[in-house]
């Protein structure tokens, strides 16, 4: 499944972590529908899942694997791009939204 706990926690969730936030992030910044985090983050966890192989020698065709790995990026893709879309609407229409907590916003 994974290669060990060292490798997932180094590569899936620091480097690639990384790259779901921002892929969130950016979505969310571009006014992009929450379903788009979706594919590219099981993009990201295919290219995790290559990058454990080639460098650590875990298994490429692992089914399993890649599938923890995606789902710990789709969550942390769709966790980022809550946090932005919610800053993003109250920054934006403070005449209409106020903050209530990181994910959610109130209407005023």
Not at 6 to 11: A, M, R
Not at 27 to 51: C, E, H, M
Not at 85 to 106: C, E, H, I, K
Request: charged share 10%; net charge positive; proline share 5%.
């Amino acid at each position: 499944m994974i290669t060990s706990v060292p490798v997932f926690i180094g590569l899936t969730l620091i480097l690639f972590g990384g790259c779901a936030f921002m892929t969130g992030q950016a979505l969310a910044s571009t006014w992009r529908p929450v379903w788009q985090v979706i594919p590219y983050a099981l993009l990201l966890g295919a290219a995790d899942r290559f990058l454990g192989f080639a460098l650590f020698g875990g298994q490429l065709l692992s089914l399993t694997g890649w599938l923890l790995d995606s789902a710990v990026l789709v969550a942390i893709g769709l966790l980022s791009w809550r946090l932005t879309q919610v800053r993003r609407m109250a920054d934006q229409y403070p005449w209409l939204y106020v903050r209530t907590g990181p994910f959610s916003l109130r209407k005023l």
